[in-house]
């Protein structure tokens, strides 16, 4: 429980984890929702808890390490005076022993203006709500996903601030693209080659630390032709694999942090034909999967 005495906000969010970390989210409880839930220290037992959080409450950010961020100027993250915050802390063990985990979070912020952008955030996840689309033969072969995300109707850009692949052991690529009108790719925005401060191309995807793409400046779609996501997996285990929260099962989501601003009145046909992207809203509407 935050219990600020009026709105914020949050324009820097510092955090520093264990080296074992997989991910820390942070989730913020829809109103009311959050006495769904038992207060305190809880385990995470299976699928069934993380989607009844899914559910109930909206994931403001994911850290896959130590992470200093701000937030373009004119940006924040707001919150309100009944804003309830879900510490979500995953880790990686293989050791034959207990490890001590923990993470410290600084959050910045100021009073709230109304000028403030308010910063919007995005779980693009494969199949959707359908998590059981995600199958993973252990056929020794590249197997290949693509999300074509986009949104006929829509009549806002998404100006992209951040972009982080989420994948687990299996994951061996991970890309994102914007799409032509035409439904092709056009430009490579995200390259899960990248190393994890997205400065260089280190040759290969890194599933357990993988690039944090900040977009400076943020980076406009134009959301009626959208974004392509790829990931693709190998698998040379004894078992079909499905989504899941262990490292042993697989996910393929991409993490987005974005604001929207309205179409302009004029110059539309300009944009169309330039390097776009297109998203849409949460729950997703008007996805496919391959």
């Known amino acids: ?41 809880r385990k995470v ?32 993250l707001v919150w309100d005076t009944g804003t309830v915050l879900c510490l979500d802390y995953h880790l990686i063990n293989y050791e034959s022993y207990i490890i001590a985990a923990e993470a410290y979070m600084n959050v910045y912020f100021r009073p709230h203006q109304t000028s403030t952008i308010a910063i919007q955030t995005a779980p693009i996840r494969y199949g959707g709500d359908n998590v059981e689309a995600l199958v993973i033969p252990n056929n020794s072969q590249d197997t290949t996903f693509t999300i074509v995300q986009a949104n006929q109707d829509s009549t806002f850009y998404w100006n992209i601030i951040s972009m982080q692949a989420h994948t687990h052991k299996l994951g061996k690529d991970f890309y994102v693209w ?19 401060t997205y400065s260089f191309d280190q040759g290969t995807y890194v599933w357990n ?19 392509i996501h790829e990931a693709t997996y190998f698998n040379s285990g004894p078992d079909t694999v499905h989504f899941g929260l262990r490292t042993v099962d697989e996910m393929f989501v991409t993490f987005i942090l974005y604001y929207e601003s309205q179409f302009p009145a004029s110059g539309i046909n300009e944009i169309k034909s330039a390097n776009n992207i297109i998203t849409y809203p949460n729950p997703v509407n008007d996805v496919e999967y391959f």
Do not use: C
């Open 1 to 41: 429980y935050i219990q600020t005495s009026a709105q914020i906000d949050v324009t820097r969010m510092v955090t520093q984890e264990n080296v074992e970390t997989h991910h820390f989210a942070i989730y913020d409880f829809l109103p009311g929702h959050d006495t769904l839930f038992v207060k305190g220290l």
């Open 209 to 227: 630390d993988p690039p944090y793409h900040m977009f400076d400046p943020p980076l406009p779609v134009y959301m009626t032709n959208g974004l």
């Open 178 to 196: 914007t799409r032509k009108s035409t439904g092709q790719k056009d430009s490579l925005v995200y390259d899960g080659r990248k190393d994890p």
């Open 45 to 76: 037992a299976g699928i069934s808890d993380e989607a009844y959080l899914f559910y109930n409450a909206t994931v403001v950010a994911q850290w896959p390490r130590s992470m200093d961020v701000s937030y373009p100027a004119g940006t924040a």
